[in-house]
């Protein structure tokens, strides 16, 4: 299923709400919520890109030679890991379910920063280095941009749903019929 974001995030999408079902309000955050998954997944794997080019050009900017590849591969679990929690916990591990959707999306990140691309980013010139990661700083700020407007659409679901209940047009015993 092609991902329609404008669909989705128009003010016409949330028409007519209150006088849908139930069933209906359920659906569309259920689609909404497999969108931000896949959303979540894509962002999270840029952030791991960005983290790469930005440690190289860090090293570059040190006046330290280009990265080998051994180097720049094992520096990977220090560059991809998550920084510490204020509580001093790990962050607990979460299941994100890869979809048709995140295929798609992932399938867009290609054209920004290839795997490929990155095994090559010791042979790149400062430069290149450089708008690479400024290409993906861009898309990264699309798929952020995306992600908010689908939280927005959510919790406008969300709240109709918990409405529904509070009010007594929806209820718990009808989930268990």
Same mark, same amino acid.
């Given at each position: 299923?092609?991902?329609?974001?404008?669909?989705?995030?128009?003010?016409?999408?949330?028409?007519?709400?209150?006088?849908?079902?139930?069933?209906?309000?359920? #659906?569309? $955050?259920?689609?909404?919520?497999?969108?931000?998954? #896949?959303?979540?997944?894509?962002?999270?794997?840029?952030?791991?890109?960005?983290?790469?080019?930005?440690?190289?050009?860090?090293?570059?900017?040190?006046?330290?030679?280009?990265?080998?590849?051994?180097?720049?591969?094992?520096?990977?679990?220090?560059?991809?890991? /998550?920084?510490? $929690?204020?509580?001093?916990?790990?962050?607990?591990?979460?299941?994100?379910?890869?979809?048709?959707?995140? /295929?798609?999306?992932?399938?867009?990140?290609?054209?920004?920063?290839?795997?490929?691309?990155?095994?090559?980013?010791?042979?790149?010139?400062?430069?290149?280095?450089?708008?690479?990661?400024?290409?993906?700083?861009?898309?990264?700020?699309?798929?952020?941009? $995306?992600?908010?407007?689908?939280?927005?659409?959510?919790?406008?679901?969300?709240?109709?749903?918990?409405?529904?209940?509070?009010?007594?047009? #929806?209820?718990?015993?009808?989930?268990?019929?």
């Amino acid at each position: 299923m092609p991902v329609d974001f404008d669909r989705l995030t128009a003010p016409g999408y949330l028409s007519d709400l209150t006088e849908r079902p139930l069933e209906d309000v359920r #659906a569309m $955050r259920t689609e909404c919520q497999i969108v931000e998954n #896949a959303l979540s997944l894509v962002r999270r794997v840029l952030h791991g890109r960005l983290d790469i080019f930005g440690a190289e050009i860090a090293r570059r900017n040190e006046g330290r030679d280009p990265s080998t590849l051994t180097e720049l591969v094992e520096s990977l679990p220090g560059l991809l890991a /998550d920084p510490p $929690r204020r509580d001093g916990n790990p962050r607990p591990p979460q299941t994100i379910d890869v979809s048709d959707v995140a /295929d798609q999306l992932l399938d867009e990140l290609g054209p920004v920063v290839t795997a490929t691309q990155l095994g090559d980013l010791v042979e790149l010139d400062d430069a290149a280095i450089t708008r690479r990661f400024e290409t993906l700083e861009l898309y990264e700020q699309t798929v952020s941009d $995306r992600r908010r407007a689908m939280h927005t659409t959510i919790d406008t679901l969300q709240a109709e749903i918990t409405r529904r209940y509070r009010t007594g047009e #929806a209820s718990v015993d009808s989930l268990l019929s």
